[in-house]
């Protein structure tokens, strides 16, 4: 490894002569959460916290934000714009639907260049043609694509530098993440756990595409480590054949890593969690089929799984535990903290993957009475599993209704956590679901379910909630409801804020003591994306992007019909103080 890096580094040295700005290096993307120059990763540094430091937009300043510039993806095809902005070397980098790419010049505005990925017709995105970002190494950005491929772009010339074809997109698989860089090393993973995909993490050399090792995130799978000439060895089966899974289900069992994953270089360790098993039907694999709807802990350098943690043993409401991990100081120790799908908020060793506690944030919760903090298990409650389709007429079993809804108690958009505060930001959602099953078998790039449901808002005047939780408590400290469910992300600031989107097209600030408005703005369509500060010439700027789509519009059952008079959109906004203009 060492020796690899040190050849391409030596390869690297003739560029430095021509490069237009300093190349991003690891010890920059460590520090990522502390630069307030810069959001040099997802997450505002690769933790996740999204949090800053910055302090000029604050309580006091905050009504005096207005608009320094926005900026249209264009385009006859809209859709959900799910993307966090990469700050870098004095431009934007921003991903948009349908695998786009700008960059943008952050003073001005001014386009740079652009990059719209050639996709064919027949790619299988199973929640919107979304993407959540890029990542950038060296003088490279980096993003995935619809029919999952990875592209590395030239950051002045948004020329291709590398492109790597991951899988099979005629089988279900796609990437919709922003990719994670580690140690030097870029992780990323699959989407597709719809289609009876495999998941799986993989490492690249970020310079060059090269693949390093992979590691799928379901049991009886074998991981491979590559050589410098790309020879592959094998680095072992992930977990024992059969053990948590029945007869051949596992070459099928989804577990897709669809939304990225978390680094802390306290702990040395990368996190992702995983989708559902598949299909949907729990009744055809019983066991608890790891590793899926759980979170895992990598070696970034290896792919090893050091620890591993279920969130939903055998589920059977599409439970995908792929929400971030976001470690934390609490009481002397690095924790983790996740919101999970399936209702339950999870704080974890980070180490050690030991569970802490784990407490309800949303109010109703049907297919577990609690978590069991000695075994970390889930207390099931059995009735309220939809039931086996055999057992019946044969074509359908009984339905339940379950909360909460598929769509989850939490989904893509990313929460926040305040050091300032103590406190995690969660954009929550209180829906819940008719669910039931049906018999199915696997076809190639078909819906790989075997269930049927219908989501229902479970409150008349609010379905998503704001939540500011307490990982000490479990307590709920203030909520801020919402009419639609959320579906953007959350930022946390030292000048005592929270920002946040909703569907209905505002971005919000609110006081992260009590969840007080301070400040709105209407961007033109919903915000389904998080949002961004970072400092330039003694400004601290806003930005985030604007377009309404993703997941609830396609499988929101009765809560997409209460959401369909929202327009579809594409730009991204950015903010200033009105004294800064
Ligand atoms: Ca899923």
Request: proline share 5%.
């Amino acid at each position: 490894m060492k020796t690899r890096l040190t050849i391409l580094l030596a390869g690297l040295a003739p560029l430095a002569f021509i490069a237009q700005a300093a190349d991003i290096t690891n010890a920059m993307l460590e520090n990522a959460s502390k630069d307030t120059k810069n959001v040099l990763s997802f997450g505002m540094g690769s933790q996740g916290q999204r949090y800053s430091t910055l302090t000029q937009i604050n309580t006091k300043t905050v009504g005096q934000l207005v608009p320094a510039w926005s900026f249209s993806f264009g385009g006859e095809k809209q859709r959900g714009q799910e993307s966090q902005p990469i700050i870098a070397n004095g431009k934007m980098f921003v991903t948009a639907s349908y695998s786009r790419i700008f960059a943008i010049d952050l003073k001005t505005g001014n386009k740079l260049w652009k990059y719209e990925h050639r996709l064919p017709e027949a790619i299988m995105p199973c929640c919107d043609v979304v993407n959540r970002g890029a990542a950038v190494y060296g003088n490279l950005v980096i993003f995935g694509t619809l029919d999952a491929q990875l592209v590395a772009l030239d950051q002045d010339t948004g020329k291709i530098a590398w492109k790597e074809k991951v899988d099979d997109y005629a089988a279900g698989y796609s990437i919709t993440a922003a990719p994670l860089i580690a140690k030097g090393v870029l992780i990323t993973g699959v989407s597709g756990g719809e289609f009876g995909i495999v998941g799986r993490v993989e490492g690249r050399d970020p310079l060059t595409g090269d693949l390093l090792w992979t590691r799928p995130t379901v049991e009886g799978h074998m991981g491979y480590r590559y050589d410098k000439d790309g020879k592959a060895t094998e680095a072992g089966i992930t977990g024992t054949v059969n053990k948590s899974w029945p007869g051949e289900l596992w070459k099928t069992g989804g577990a897709s890593t669809w939304m990225g994953g978390t680094y802390d270089p306290t702990t040395g360790l990368a996190y992702f969690g995983t989708g559902n098993p598949a299909p949907w039907n729990s009744h055809l694999r019983p066991g608890d089929n790891l590793y899926s709807s759980s979170t895992i802990a990598l070696d970034p350098q290896t792919g090893q799984i050091k620890w591993a943690y279920q969130n939903t043993p055998n589920d059977s409401w599409d439970f995908d535990g792929a929400n971030e991990f976001v470690t934390f100081d609490m009481n002397g120790k690095r924790y983790g903290g996740k919101a999970d799908r399936n209702g339950f908020f999870y704080v974890i060793d980070a180490k050690t993957g030991q569970l802490q506690n784990a407490f309800p944030f949303v109010r109703k919760i049907t297919w577990a009475s609690g978590i069991d903090l000695k075994t970390g298990r889930p207390n099931f409650i059995a009735a309220n599993r939809p039931s086996d389709p055999t057992k019946g007429d044969g074509k359908k079993g009984s339905t339940v209704f379950a909360a909460p809804a598929f769509l989850g108690a939490k989904n893509q958009m990313p929460m926040a956590y305040s050091p300032q505060t103590g406190l995690f930001y969660v954009p929550a959602n209180e829906w819940g679901m008719e669910i039931w099953n049906e018999p199915i078998s696997y076809k190639k790039g078909g819906a790989y379910l075997g269930a049927g449901f219908t989501i229902k808002p479970l409150n008349e005047d609010y379905i998503g909630a704001l939540r500011a939780i307490d990982p000490k408590t479990g307590k709920i400290v203030w909520e801020d409801k919402n009419t639609a469910p959320l579906w953007g992300g959350v930022m946390t600031t030292a000048g005592g804020l929270v920002f946040y989107g909703t569907p209905e097209g505002y971005l919000k600030a609110v006081d992260a003591k009590s969840g007080k408005e301070l400040w709105k703005f209407q961007t033109g369509s919903g915000v389904v994306a998080p949002p961004v500060t970072w400092e330039d010439g003694g400004v601290q700027y806003v930005a985030v992007v604007s377009g309404w789509g993703g997941a609830v519009p396609l499988w929101g059952g009765e809560v997409a019909k209460k959401v369909n008079f929202l327009e579809q959109g594409g730009s991204v906004w950015v903010f200033k103080l009105a004294s800064k203009i």
